[in-house]
């Protein structure tokens, strides 16, 4: 009897090492220091080659929720974020997946920007929206904050908001890969609805 208790405790003391294990391994550790290196040098030069060093920095489709070791890099890529977004508009593919990518350590008025530029990327290529919105979409609770960011720009102007709501959906529909309608249909349905 004895015996089995003692094996019955040693399976249960095992299984929690697992979970505990688990627990800590659960949430990617970020490389800060060498996330912010990588920043410099894409600030530096903005480039397809430096975007790739960012994205084996970043966790993949994993919200960071305690970015306190890393609030000072977090800021200084937000306080030069037109660096990525003009990359971005020009249809560099690392570029677009940083943009995505950065909504793992993104907050606040940080993550309200990166709405902006990768909701404005509807326009200058619906495609590559999409296809990074299929690979990231595990990121993304709802997809209303990207696709409606252009509210924010123009709250008190109906008439320009609605030539921009056609627009994004005109984009949109553009987009004939099989593999991407399912989720271009639920982007434009939610766009209709405004």
């Given amino acids: 009897m004895n015996q089995q208790k003692m094996v019955s405790c040693l399976i249960g003391l095992f299984f929690l090492a697992a979970m505990t294990g ?19 040098a894409y600030y530096a030069s903005p480039g397809e080659a430096n975007a ?12 960071i929720t305690d970015i306190r070791d890393g ?11 037109g660096i990525l977004e003009g990359e971005i ?37 619906p495609r590559l929206f999409l296809e990074e919105l299929a690979a990231h979409r595990d990121l993304f609770l709802s997809l209303e904050p990207i696709l409606t960011s252009f509210l924010r720009d123009t709250p008190d102007d109906p008439a320009v908001q609605e030539l921009e709501k056609k627009l994004r959906i005109k984009c949109l529909e553009s987009v004939e890969e099989k593999s ?13 609805r405004l």
Wanted: positive net charge; aromatic residues 12%.
């Fill in 22 to 40: 688990y627990a800590q391994t659960g949430t990617p550790a970020v490389d800060w220091k060498g996330l912010e290196e990588a920043w410099n």
């Fill in 52 to 63: 790739a060093k960012m994205l084996t920095l970043l966790p993949g489709n994993v919200k």
């Fill in 71 to 81: 609030f000072l890099v977090v800021n200084m890529i937000y306080d030069h974020l």
């Fill in 89 to 125: 508009y020009s249809g560099k593919p690392n570029s677009i997946k940083l943009g995505f990518r950065l909504f793992t350590i993104s907050y606040g008025t940080f993550e309200i920007a990166l709405n902006k530029v990768i909701g404005n990327l509807i326009a200058f290529n």
């Fill in 180 to 192: 991407l309608k399912s989720l271009r249909k639920e982007c434009i349905k939610i766009l209709k």
